[in-house]
């Protein structure tokens, strides 16, 4: 089975950066789409950001122009590099990845931003 490893979270002040990575427990393959999703309490996860495999990238309104997804796809890695971070970007992270019908989860990583 896929394991996905995330790692970067952290205490950040508000205006802070913070840059997160994921990495998948094998390389036999490439993803069609990785990317990351995000809870806050009392919330549904949402989407905030995913990458194909070809680059193509969508991203939340709410993170356009602060949020930046990359990848690495010989590594199965992929990435969130957030700056201008906010208070109402606190939330657990987790790292998502697509390959044909399945999908793999990792545990998250939590992400808070003090005022």
């Known amino acids: 089975q896929v394991q996905l490893v995330e790692s970067g979270g952290g205490l950040v002040q508000a205006g802070g950066s913070l840059r997160l990575s994921c990495a998948a427990s094998t390389t036999g393959f490439t993803f069609n789409t990785m990317g990351w999703y995000r809870q806050a309490p009392g919330k549904q996860r949402e989407l905030v950001a995913t990458m194909t495999s070809g680059g193509s990238t969508n991203y939340a309104d709410s993170v356009k122009g602060r949020f930046t997804i990359s990848r690495e796809n010989a590594k199965n890695t992929v990435y969130l590099q957030m700056n201008s971070l906010k208070p109402e970007d606190t939330a657990n992270y987790y790292c998502?990845?697509?390959?044909?019908?399945?999908?793999?989860w990792g545990k998250g990583t939590l992400v808070t931003v003090s005022s």
């Open positions: 998502n990845a697509r390959f044909s019908a399945v999908e793999f």
